[in-house]
């Protein structure tokens, strides 16, 4: 799922979701699938979540409308998953 990168001036790590099984993120870590907007319910884009090696979660979250990745992450799953559900995407045209 993950390893080291080597790019010209890259630091850190990446990480490849493509061995993720699908599923809900609301619900379980290790998962790929879409995240859905709060008012109408409507498929708004994709999402991974995993724990990384580091013991923080992760979540990127495409957006199906526009050219936009959000990467969000920190050491309690259940308070991303609730801060991502109060959060509308901004986007000015």
Same mark, same amino acid.
């Given at each position: 799922m993950k390893r080291r990168g080597?790019?010209? *001036?890259?630091?850190g790590e990446r990480h490849y979701a *493509?061995?993720?099984q699908p599923g809900d993120c609301d619900a379980r870590s290790g998962?790929? *699938?879409i995240w859905r907007e709060n008012d109408t319910g409507d498929s708004a884009g994709d999402v991974v979540c995993f724990l990384s090696d580091t013991g923080r979660y992760v979540f990127l979250c495409s957006c199906y409308d526009r050219p936009a990745l959000v990467r969000i992450t920190g050491a309690d799953r259940a308070a991303l998953v609730a801060w991502w559900h109060t959060r509308e995407p901004v986007f000015t045209g």
């Amino acid at each position: 799922m993950k390893r080291r990168g080597s790019a010209p *001036g890259e630091t850190g790590e990446r990480h490849y979701a *493509g061995r993720l099984q699908p599923g809900d993120c609301d619900a379980r870590s290790g998962v790929h *699938g879409i995240w859905r907007e709060n008012d109408t319910g409507d498929s708004a884009g994709d999402v991974v979540c995993f724990l990384s090696d580091t013991g923080r979660y992760v979540f990127l979250c495409s957006c199906y409308d526009r050219p936009a990745l959000v990467r969000i992450t920190g050491a309690d799953r259940a308070a991303l998953v609730a801060w991502w559900h109060t959060r509308e995407p901004v986007f000015t045209g």
